[in-house]
Structure formats: C-alpha cells, structure tokens
C-alpha cells in the first residue's frame, strides 16, 4: 500500500504504522551505528556490510536494513503504540472523555464519578457496543469517510508515538556512548514529535465527535446505546 494514502481499515492502518516505525528504525539504527561503530561491530558478521536498495533508498547496508525490519515487526506484532498507550492511559483517557461521555450525555445518562469509575473498568466492552458497532470499518452504519479520516488521523498519531518512541531507544545508546550533542538533537525531535501528536490527537478528537453525532442521529442507536449505559 501507498504509506501516504488514507487507510481504509484497522489492519491498513497497521500496515502503515508499521512502514513508517520502520524507516525511523533506519535512521536511528545507521545514527547509532556511526556514532557507536565499535558496538555495531560487535551485532553483525562481515557479509551484512553488503549494500541494498530499499523503499527507493540507495546503497543502505543489509545489517541496518535487517535490525530496522526486525524492531519494527517487533513493533508490529506486540502493536507498539498500543503498549505505550497502556501505560500512559492514552486511549482510555480519550475513550472516555472524547467518546463515551459524550455519547452518554446525547442519551441523557449523566456521567458521574461512580459511572466514570464503571466506564473505565468495562471500556472495551461498553465501546463495542455503543460506537464500534456503528463505527467499524467493516461494517459502519455512519459515513465511511469520517471513519477513514479518523483511521488516518489515529495512524500518524501513532506514527509519531512509535517514532518517539524509537528515537528515545537510539538517545539512550547516544548518551551511553557520550554523543550528547547528538543526543540532543534527538531529544528536540523527540519533542517536536511529541507536539505533533499533540495536534493530531486534537484532530482526532474533533473527529471523534462528528462521529459520535451521527451515531445520535438515529433514534433506535440512541435507545440501544441508552440501554447499554443503565446496564452498566
């Protein structure tokens, strides 16, 4: 798939979370391996020196191109982003305040501290019965386009999660090594990473609710969803 297209499911946006963690890897890998060659000779037999092509990148060494690819499907398959989510509480927090409050107040359920307490413990449940049932990828009930258009705003939130994510991993090895300048220069990007996440989880919030106001369209969804909250 085109990396720069919008992805139209979960898996597409995997896919491109994956290729971008990946040439981020590069750079980071053939960072530290310049600055840090004495530790790079240690990781790779002399026929990895052997230069490739790769993503329309030229004469890029098989050991960098064999380490990016194997974090970055490490990344992929432990689903990276969502590991630094849990930690953070990044989606739960959105889940709840961009999603679920909102749609428990569009069906007249108040949300107090104790309901808030519920939500949290169940919310991958309640979230699959009041919003990914209507705004699943595979089968929506509400307009694909602001489903893909959060899909792609959700994936280059990611993106610069996984990236910061990488480049805190390769500062590390930076500073062990004594490259602080450098080091420094990856700590910058690492924060203007982290404001770039800032403003496109904003985007995904406004998305979030355009979202939740065509679910309220629909008054047999607001009787379901207003039913799933009293459950609780």
Request: aromatic share 10%; with cysteine.
């Amino acid at each position: 798939m085109n990396p720069f297209s919008q992805p139209k499911n979960y898996d597409e946006m995997l896919t491109k979370i994956m290729i971008f963690t990946f040439v981020m890897c590069l750079i980071f890998v053939a960072l530290v391996a310049h600055i840090w060659p004495a530790l790079w000779n240690l990781l790779h037999p002399d026929w990895l020196t052997l230069k490739v092509d790769v993503l329309g990148l030229k004469d890029i060494p098989a050991a960098y191109i064999i380490v990016a690819a194997i974090i970055s499907l490490a990344a992929r398959v432990s689903k990276l982003h969502d590991r630094v989510s849990d930690v953070f509480g990044i989606r739960q927090r959105f889940d709840i305040s961009e999603i679920l409050t909102p749609l428990a107040g569009g069906v007249g359920v108040p949300v107090d501290l104790a309901r808030r307490e519920k939500l949290i413990a169940n919310r991958r449940a309640i979230m699959g019965d009041v919003f990914y049932k209507y705004a699943s990828s595979t089968n929506p009930e509400i307009d694909t386009h602001l489903i893909w258009s959060a899909l792609d705003k959700w994936s280059w939130f990611w993106i610069c999660i996984e990236g910061t994510t990488v480049a805190l991993i390769a500062d590390v090895a930076l500073v062990l090594r004594h490259s602080f300048q450098i080091g420094a220069y990856v700590g910058i990007a690492m924060f203007v990473g982290t404001l770039v996440a800032t403003q496109v989880n904003r985007a995904c919030s406004s998305l979030a609710h355009s979202e939740v106001r065509e679910i309220l369209k629909d008054p047999k969804r607001c009787a379901d969803i207003k039913l799933a909250f009293d459950a609780l």
